[in-house]
């Protein structure tokens, strides 16, 4: 079965400094795209990256970047120079080859950035 | 305004009364999904709507769960006799082929 795992419930960053939120997923299909949204605490879900399953380089949009490591299964994002606007709710979607399309959400990663 | 929009915003109620939520996807949009989401937790995928057929409700959780679309428009999702289980934000996105989805804000609803 999919799944998506997010390990980290919670994380903390200092302002200008980088992270990495973990995420693993789990599937059969050789085919699927993987994403990555951010949900402040105002709810809306924001769309900020996606890499496909065969895409040879690692996906990357302003500071958002994703470690593609496909043999050990894990798309972790990094967001460079924090800002105080990336706290926030950060889930990370499976999507596989299939007619509907849906996604498989991670538990998701609590990020706080500290002044 | 060009993104997914959902209402109402807010909804309160007595358990047992039935509750309609409406999705309006963005234009063009011929997939629109719904999913759930509790308290602290990720989103559970509900419904699959292409155009104004459903080839996918395998995430409705019972038969007091029902949704339609009018053709690639609105959608509305229904759910009868409501329990306390059912409180949860409800979310509505859409997309175009195989570009990623775009989410309205959610509907947030509250049994009591």
């Known amino acids: 079965a999919q799944k998506i795992t997010q390990t980290q419930p919670g994380m903390f960053v200092q302002e200008k400094e980088a992270v990495t939120l973990d995420c693993t997923y789990d599937?059969?299909?050789?085919?699927?795209?993987l994403f990555w949204y951010k949900q402040p605490s105002s709810g809306e879900m924001i769309f900020l990256i996606y890499q496909g399953s065969y895409d040879q380089q690692n996906a990357t949009e302003g500071r958002y970047s994703l470690n593609f490591q496909k043999a050990r299964k894990s798309a972790n994002l990094v967001i460079s120079a924090s800002q105080l606007g990336d706290s926030a709710m950060y889930f990370c979607?499976?999507?596989?080859?299939?007619?509907?399309?849906?996604?498989?959400f991670g538990q998701g990663t609590t990020l706080q950035v500290k002044p | 305004g060009a993104g997914v929009s959902q209402s109402p915003s807010n909804k309160v109620t007595e358990k047992g009364k039935d509750v309609e939520l409406r999705c309006d996807p963005i234009s063009g949009h011929t997939a629109l999904y719904w999913y759930r989401q509790r308290l602290g937790q990720g989103l559970e995928f509900l419904i699959y709507?292409?155009?104004?057929?459903?080839?996918?409700k395998s995430g409705l959780p019972s038969d007091r769960f029902s949704a339609e679309r009018t053709g690639e428009s609105v959608s509305t999702l229904t759910i009868q006799r409501t329990q306390q289980e059912d409180s949860a934000v409800y979310l509505c996105?859409?997309?175009?082929?195989?570009?990623?989805?775009?989410f309205g804000d959610g509907t947030r609803l509250s049994i009591l």
């Open positions: 599937t059969s299909d050789p085919s699927y795209g």
């Open positions: 709507f292409q155009g104004n057929s459903a080839p996918d």
């Open positions: 996105a859409s997309s175009y082929s195989d570009q990623p989805q775009h």
């Open positions: 979607a499976m999507r596989e080859r299939s007619p509907t399309g849906k996604l498989i």
